[in-house]
Nanobody, 122 residues
Framework: EVQLVESGGGTVQPGESLRLSCVAS????????IAWFRQAPGKEREAVSS????????YFGPPVRGRFSISKDDAKNTVYLQMNSLKPEDTGIYYC???????????????WGKGTLVTVSS
């Protein structure tokens, strides 16, 4: 079974940056997509960003466009989410998820990490 492990969460002040990492293991299939979702207190889980393992195609949810970037290191089986200019509304649990393809939506994800907490507060 594919395993995903997130790291890099923490507490920062508004305007600061964090970089999250997602390390994937336990698979041989290489044409897949890694997505980041987040869930803020009292809100539904939403897609943040995604990247194609094979092609590098990316997606960003409207609230983070222009502030977040996503990248990958294939040799390390790692995907990074660089979060800049963080806002209090970015607070939430950030999850790394895996899909073989298709739409970037919660029910399309085949595997999930346990999440890492990001808190943005002054």
């Amino acid at each position: 079974e594919v395993q995903l492990v997130e790291s890099g969460g923490g507490t920062v002040q508004p305007g600061e940056s964090l970089r999250l990492s997602c390390v994937a293991s336990g698979f041989t299939w290489h044409d897949y997509v890694i997505a980041w979702f987040r869930q803020a207190p009292g809100k539904e889980r939403e897609a943040v960003s995604s990247i194609s393992r094979a092609y590098g195609t990316t997606y960003f949810g409207p609230p983070v466009r222009g502030r977040f970037s996503i990248s990958k290191d294939d040799a390390k089986n790692t995907v990074y989410l660089q979060m800049n200019s963080l806002k209090p509304e970015d607070t939430g649990i950030y999850y790394c998820a895996f899909t073989y393809g298709g739409r970037i939506q919660e029910d399309a994800m085949a595997y999930w990490g346990k999440g890492t907490l990001v808190t943005v507060s002054s």
